[in-house]
């Protein structure tokens, strides 16, 4: 079992930048893709981004690319969205995942942090 906690969401103006990372524990985290998906009020959860288990790897989905960046930190088991450029769209809870696959679906995940909420003002 993995155990994920997300932490570094709040309010912000479009516009500006958020940190969110991911503190795993449980099974290694070095062998597991990782990966951020949100859902909006109302909305079906999305893709957002994923990272391979050697970080040579991201996918993102286009309506972020350039704007937000994932990235692991294995010697701390942690993984970070780094988010910049925030528009109101932006505005859901954040999840992290893991899974020993890389995937866009959602249900491909197996391990889910409890999320964090991310809201960003016009």
């Known amino acids: 079992q993995v155990q994920l906690v997300e932490s570094g969401g709040g309010l912000v103006q479009a516009g500006g930048s958020l940190r969110l990372s991911c503190a795993a524990s449980g099974r290694t985290f070095s062998r597991y893709a990782m990966g951020w998906l949100r859902q909006a009020p109302g909305k079906e959860r999305e893709f957002v981004a994923a990272?391979?288990?050697?970080?040579?790897?991201?996918d993102y989905v286009d309506s972020v690319k350039g704007r937000l960046t994932i990235s692991r930190d294995n010697a701390k088991n942690t993984v970070y969205l780094q988010m910049n450029s925030l528009k109101p769209e932006d505005t859901a809870v954040y999840y992290c995942?893991?899974?020993?696959?890389?995937?866009?679906?959602?249900?491909?995940?197996?391990?889910w942090g409890q999320g964090t909420q991310v809201t960003v003002s016009s």
């Open positions: 995942a893991a899974d020993p696959a890389f995937t866009r679906v959602p249900r491909g995940w197996d391990y």
């Open positions: 990272i391979s288990w050697s970080g040579g790897r991201t």
